[in-house]
């Protein structure tokens, strides 16, 4: 079965310092995954991707994530953090080329980014 | 374009009473799914389309009923609102239908807040 997990609820950090926010999957094949991020009151928006190709993959507003296939996860990072980056970010997976179980994204429970001044 | 529309933003219901969520895209997108978004659970698939005409239970189902007679609409209803319903719904479209392998990312739109009293 297809999962994801997002260990932290919460990340704190200070404004200016690198940020991780961290995901790990479960597929049976190989992986879509995916980034968003959730500002209050507001619908999700896409951050990011990995479908192929090389494994640190950038995004929107300075953000990257790196895919490691042999530990399964797909860490959210940023070199250097801004408070207007403070929002729920989520992780998602999709299993490749399930041509009947395409809809089925499985998100994380999201995680909670601080960024203190 | 106007991306992903939802309405209500807003609505309170009783237990018992029905309703329709409306969801609608102008992007021409082929896949189209609807989520609830709860504390701590991340987001939850209820229903999903391929396609018009085509449609697929996700994760919680029950309770829910959608249909998809065009690319560009697709109703949540509501067949009978009990207080466990009461969440936040989110409606996703992507052009990421059969035959892409499901790379495709989902634009959100910016939700439905239900309470069912």
Redesign the interface.
Same mark, same amino acid.
Not at chain 2, 40 to 45: D, N, Q, S, T
Not at chain 2, 105 to 111: A, D, I, M, R, T
């Given at each position: 079965a297809q999962s994801v997990a997002q260990p932290e609820d919460q990340v704190n950090v200070a404004e200016g310092n690198p940020l991780t926010v961290k995901c790990t999957y479960s597929v049976s094949g190989n992986p879509y995954l995916f980034w968003y991020v959730q500002y209050p009151n507001r619908g999700l928006q896409f951050l990011l991707k990995y479908i192929t190709g090389d494994n640190l993959v950038k995004g929107s507003y300075g953000f990257e994530a790196e895919f490691n296939k042999s530990q399964t996860s797909f860490h959210l990072k940023k070199p250097s953090a801004l408070v207007s980056d403070s929002a729920l970010y989520f992780c998602a997976v999709r299993e490749a080329d399930r041509g009947s179980t395409l809809g089925r994204l499985y998100f994380g429970r999201g995680t909670q980014l601080t960024v203190w001044p | 374009n106007a991306g992903?529309t939802q309405t209500p933003k807003f609505q309170v219901l009783k237990t018992g009473q029905s309703m329709t969520l409306q969801c609608a895209q102008d992007m021409n997108h082929e896949?189209m &799914?609807w989520?609830r978004q709860d504390p701590?659970? =991340? +987001?939850? +698939?209820i229903h999903?389309?391929?396609g018009a005409g085509i449609t697929?239970q %996700?994760e919680v189902p029950n309770g829910y009923n959608v249909s998809r007679s065009t690319t560009e609409d697709f109703p949540l209803r509501l067949l009978s609102a009990a207080p466990s319903q009461t969440s936040v719904y989110?409606c996703?479209s992507s052009s990421? =239908?059969? %035959?892409? =392998? %499901? &790379?495709h990312?989902?634009?959100?739109?910016? =939700?439905t807040r239900l309470t069912v009293t």
């Open positions: - | 992903v896949y &799914s989520y701590g659970m =991340g +987001l939850r +698939l999903y389309s391929v697929d %996700g989110f996703a990421g =239908g059969s %035959g892409t =392998g %499901g &790379s990312e989902q634009y959100f739109g910016p =939700g």
